[in-house]
């Protein structure tokens, strides 16, 4: 029972016993604690939004009777949203003065906490993350989350979306073609293997342990969905244009299995403002936040940069299903893609070049246990 400035808690036993309360409060002061109208100790907690009062019965008892008086009144304390992008500064003040700053995840660096707040950066571990304010008002104690949502760095928007009237080179790259991308389910992928129980994909490259068991047979992979135009180009939908010139081989497949090569060095000449990427292949579940290859790029000078491929941040299996409606809170927002067919999907990925230096090589490497990645094009932004 509670009335203005006092809360009354009544217990009832069917058996004697100790009692421990732990008592929800929001309020300025505490005036008086009592149990069975006798002043009794008490310690005070922080709760997550509110204060907690705990007290302990010294004896067993089976009736009481605890009042609590107080003083003033307070809201309780609802989580705080801080949101921003990698490497971004990022504060908050508080009336009440700050104890500690608890950051399990490590998502804010170089905190510095003051009397009533702090300030950090926050870090590079893009997602959802939980810190908790311990914070104290006229020596009553609470905890305030704070719900810390971390963006991976903008990119321009040419590097998305290209103007239309953007001057384009295509890069020959089919010299390097080494594998049809169509029948890549249609072999047997036996070594390496290890020769321990573990939940492997199977033989085919794509089943889990389950699908047998399901009866579920790997998608079958078409490209039934290319207009290339009079030039020979294919113009993706994140408006780049690639090459393609219909041969039987049609991309540089790399994995860790044996079956393809680890990676593939492509010789190249080329100068301009970006480089794009049309890639394709397959990865899975087990591989998720992980870089599954790199596209390197070295210069004429010797110096070289790298841009890794990250399901689901900047690649995807090309017959996998994701749903950003229902899996928004685990995808982030969707590369620009290229449907080649049925079962086919390809992502568009780009990087800056490095100004008035020549691209003279560029090389994709696997990283990834059980995944295939392919290279299908390559295109200057001039």
Not at 16 to 36: D, F, K, S
């Amino acid at each position: 029972m509670s009335v203005e400035g006092e809360s009354s808690y009544h217990l009832h036993l069917t058996r004697a016993a100790r009692v421990r309360w732990i008592l929800p409060l929001l309020c300025e002061r505490i005036l008086e604690v009592t149990l069975n109208g006798q002043p009794v100790p008490f310690t005070l907690e922080a709760g997550y939004g509110d204060t907690r009062l705990v007290l302990e019965s010294k004896i067993t008892i089976s009736t009481a009777t605890v009042c609590v008086r107080l003083e003033g009144q307070r809201s309780a304390l609802k989580p705080i949203v801080l949101e921003g992008f990698a490497g971004e500064a990022v504060s908050h003040f508080w009336t009440d003065k700050l104890i500690a700053l608890e950051n399990p995840q490590s998502c804010l660096l170089g905190v510095e906490t003051q009397t009533h707040g702090f300030q950090a950066t926050l870090g590079e571990s893009v997602g959802k993350h939980l810190v908790l304010a311990h914070l104290e008002h006229l020596g009553l104690p609470r905890y305030q989350a704070l719900e810390i949502q971390i963006f991976a760095p903008v990119q321009d928007p040419p590097a998305r979306l290209p103007s239309t009237e953007q001057n384009w080179q295509p890069l020959e790259i089919s010299a390097h073609f080494n594998a049809d991308l169509r029948t890549i389910y249609q072999q047997s992928y036996l070594t390496p293997r290890p020769d321990t129980c573990s939940a492997q994909l199977g033989t085919d490259g794509y089943s889990p342990w389950t699908y047998p068991f399901w009866n579920m047979k790997p998608p079958v992979l078409e490209f039934d969905n290319l207009a290339p135009d009079p030039q020979g180009w294919l113009w993706s939908d994140a408006r780049v244009p690639f090459l393609w010139n219909g041969s039987a081989f049609n991309t540089c497949l790399t994995s860790r299995w044996d079956n393809y090569p680890t990676h593939v060095d492509l010789e190249v000449s080329a100068r301009g403002q970006r480089l794009y990427a049309l890639i394709a292949g397959t990865t899975n579940p087990m591989q998720v936040g992980l870089a599954n290859a790199a596209l390197h790029l070295t210069y004429v000078d010797g110096s070289t940069d790298t841009l890794e491929l990250i399901h689901p941040d900047n690649y995807l299996s090309l017959s996998g299903r994701y749903d950003w409606d229902i899996d928004a809170f685990a995808l982030p927002n969707p590369a620009p893609q290229v449907q080649l067919g049925t079962n086919i999907r390809a992502v568009v990925v780009s990087c800056p070049l490095r100004p008035n230096l020549e691209l003279v090589r560029v090389s994709l490497e696997c990283l990834s246990q059980e995944v295939m990645v392919g290279l299908l094009g390559l295109t200057v932004a001039l």
